[in-house]
């Protein structure tokens, strides 16, 4: 009578202890993988998958050799600790949601406030308070925020480039019988502006108000109006601002145009040297 053939020892995986080693250890076979890595303790594999699913106790973990993935069971629970496990769940799902939600809603409110508190710097403290409880509400809630966007937007405009462009164009043109140097243009060439900072846009957009309310009550104490002063400072200061700017840019442009590379010294040294020796070698 033939005997039953002997069933391999088992091996752990993880620890890499034997069956013959840890007799009371329970041991599970949970994928398709045979030989060396078809057995494993029971609690080997309990902290292998904590470590995979990294506090995500729902999650799914395979097998790292074979690809099969691991059937997990959990004991039955109560229906109180059902509906929290479900509210827990909801909650991490909607929380993403919530979260932009909040910061949305923050950015829409401080848009409204800024747009109030500009009103009110633009027409005056008393006058703004007065338009805006006279306005319809819903007017405010979408105009006012329109306020800080219309500023940043417009702040986007450069139209100091246009005139840098028209200046650097005409700049060094000559009549075709003069025969001097030309500079050269640079490579970024004459339509190039300076990188566009988005921190740079927002807070000189943000702070736009404020400039013009100072600069129209420095230039035009005359006028009455606290509108048309801050009207006529924001246009003074505009309009100053991108005058240094347009002349700055084209100082620049004509240094990177005129720019000049020096010879090497110890190169210059070495050649003459050598021509020095040339000669005497000759005259020998």
Excluded at 36 to 65: F, M, Y
Aim: proline fraction near 6%.
């Amino acid at each position: 009578m033939a005997s039953a053939p002997e069933q391999p020892e088992k091996h752990c995986w993880v620890c890499f202890a034997t069956e013959r080693e840890d007799q009371g250890a329970e041991w599970v076979s949970p994928c398709r993988c045979k030989g060396c890595t078809k057995w494993i303790h029971q609690a080997c594999l309990q902290r292998w998958l904590d470590e995979k699913q990294k506090g995500n106790s729902g999650g799914a973990v395979s097998c790292p050799q074979c690809g099969t993935e691991y059937q997990i069971i959990f004991p039955k629970m109560g229906p109180l600790v059902y509906f929290l496990q479900q509210v827990d769940r909801v909650l991490s799902r909607a929380s993403p949601f919530a979260a932009v939600g909040v910061v949305v809603g923050t950015v829409y409110w401080s848009a409204v406030t800024y747009g109030a508190v500009t009103v009110m710097q633009v027409v005056g403290h008393k006058k703004g308070l007065y338009v805006m409880e006279r306005a319809d509400p819903l007017f405010l809630l979408m105009g006012l925020p329109t306020i800080p966007v219309v500023l940043v937007l417009g702040k986007m405009i450069r139209w100091e480039d246009y005139i840098v462009r028209v200046w650097q164009r005409y700049s060094y043109k000559r009549p075709p019988d003069d025969s001097r140097y030309l500079p050269r243009i640079p490579a970024e060439g004459p339509s190039a502006g300076d990188h566009l900072s988005v921190s740079r846009t927002l807070c000189g957009a943000l702070i736009l108000p404020t400039i013009a309310n100072l600069v129209g009550r420095l230039l035009f104490r005359r006028v009455s109006s606290n509108l048309q002063q801050t009207v006529l400072g924001g246009i003074a200061f505009v309009v100053i601002k991108g005058m240094f700017k347009v002349y700055f840019k084209q100082q620049q442009y004509i240094i990177q145009a005129n720019r000049h590379i020096l010879n090497y010294p110890e190169r210059d040294g070495q050649s003459e040297t050598g021509e020095e020796d040339t000669e005497d070698s000759g005259n020998e």
